[in-house]
């Protein structure tokens, strides 16, 4: 024998939750307009409607508690929530190791800005950095990519963008077109690395400039750059040069 099993469609909400309430509601209902109730009987069906109520204002009370601690567990949640997507978004645009932006974000970012406004970019590599890891280790070779990039964000201020490119290699977009204002920054910024960005060895860096009118394109801007880069590193190393 199998158990029959009642389904319920959007017209029959199923059974009532307030059903003995509902019944004792009706029986005084009924008692209030009979003409021959005694006073025993109104009596009783009081003290019905007051148990009745007196239960509903608990669970009435018990569901709004409830309903409270659901409400501020809910929004807790959301604010983790929140806290994670920041976090999310922050480690997909930033360089876990220096805390600017990573090679996509500065292409992104200083693509949009090279064509909507232009602007001066900036390509600079530690000198000698390979020594630096294999005489003295990774984690020092770590500890200056940080001290670089502490000089890079104390000089340079938004709407200017920093990022890291490669292993010892970083990227400013300076929003300046001006060829004076573009060689004294970067200039600035070769001398704080050299003065401060201390290691266990000097720690030097060399530069490459390219000034770049508004609709240039990251790649062209950058390759610019990246030829006075080398050309910078082939005249000595810790110089600026400006391409061409």
């Given at each position: 024998?199998?158990?029959?099993?009642?389904?319920?469609?959007?017209?029959d909400?199923?059974?009532?939750?307030?059903?003995?309430?509902?019944?004792?509601?009706?029986?005084?209902r009924?008692?209030?307009?009979?003409?021959?109730?005694?006073?025993?009987?109104?009596?009783a069906?009081l003290?019905?409607?007051?148990?009745?109520?007196?239960?509903?204002?608990?669970?009435t009370?018990?569901?709004?508690?409830?309903?409270?601690?659901?409400?501020?567990?809910?929004?807790?949640?959301?604010?983790?929530?929140?806290?994670?997507?920041?976090?999310?978004?922050y480690?997909a645009?930033?360089?876990?190791?220096?805390?600017?932006l990573?090679?996509?974000?500065?292409?992104?970012?200083?693509?949009?800005?090279?064509?909507?406004?232009?602007?001066?970019?900036?390509?600079?590599?530690?000198?000698?950095?390979?020594?630096?890891?294999d005489?003295?280790?990774?984690?020092?070779?770590?500890?200056?990519?940080?001290?670089?990039?502490?000089?890079?964000?104390?000089?340079?201020?938004?709407?200017?963008?920093?990022?890291?490119?490669?292993?010892?290699?970083?990227?400013?977009?300076?929003?300046t077109?001006?060829?004076?204002e573009?060689?004294?920054?970067?200039?600035?910024?070769?001398?704080?690395?050299?003065?401060?960005a201390?290691?266990?060895?000097?720690?030097?860096?060399?530069?490459?400039?390219?000034?770049?009118?508004?609709?240039?394109?990251?790649?062209?801007?950058?390759?610019?750059?990246?030829?006075?880069?080398?050309?910078?590193?082939r005249?000595?190393?810790?110089?600026?040069?400006?391409?061409d």
């Amino acid at each position: 024998m199998t158990a029959s099993v009642r389904r319920y469609s959007p017209a029959d909400p199923g059974p009532d939750l307030f059903e003995q309430e509902a019944g004792v509601l009706q029986a005084a209902r009924a008692l209030y307009v009979a003409d021959d109730a005694d006073a025993e009987r109104y009596r009783a069906a009081l003290g019905d409607l007051t148990l009745h109520f007196e239960r509903l204002m608990r669970e009435t009370r018990r569901l709004i508690a409830r309903s409270d601690r659901a409400e501020r567990e809910m929004n807790a949640l959301n604010q983790q929530l929140q806290t994670l997507t920041q976090q999310l978004e922050y480690r997909a645009t930033h360089d876990a190791l220096t805390g600017v932006l990573n090679r996509g974000a500065v292409i992104d970012q200083a693509g949009q800005a090279l064509r909507r406004n232009g602007g001066a970019m900036i390509v600079l590599d530690i000198d000698h950095f390979k020594r630096i890891n294999d005489e003295f280790g990774h984690p020092a070779g770590d500890r200056v990519i940080q001290a670089i990039a502490r000089c890079l964000q104390e000089l340079v201020q938004a709407p200017a963008i920093v990022g890291r490119v490669g292993g010892e290699e970083f990227t400013v977009l300076l929003p300046t077109l001006a060829r004076d204002e573009a060689l004294t920054m970067t200039e600035r910024l070769r001398q704080r690395i050299a003065q401060e960005a201390t290691g266990p060895a000097p720690v030097t860096a060399s530069f490459g400039l390219s000034l770049n009118p508004p609709g240039t394109e990251f790649e062209l801007a950058y390759g610019l750059a990246d030829a006075a880069l080398y050309r910078a590193k082939r005249g000595g190393r810790n110089q600026v040069v400006l391409a061409d």
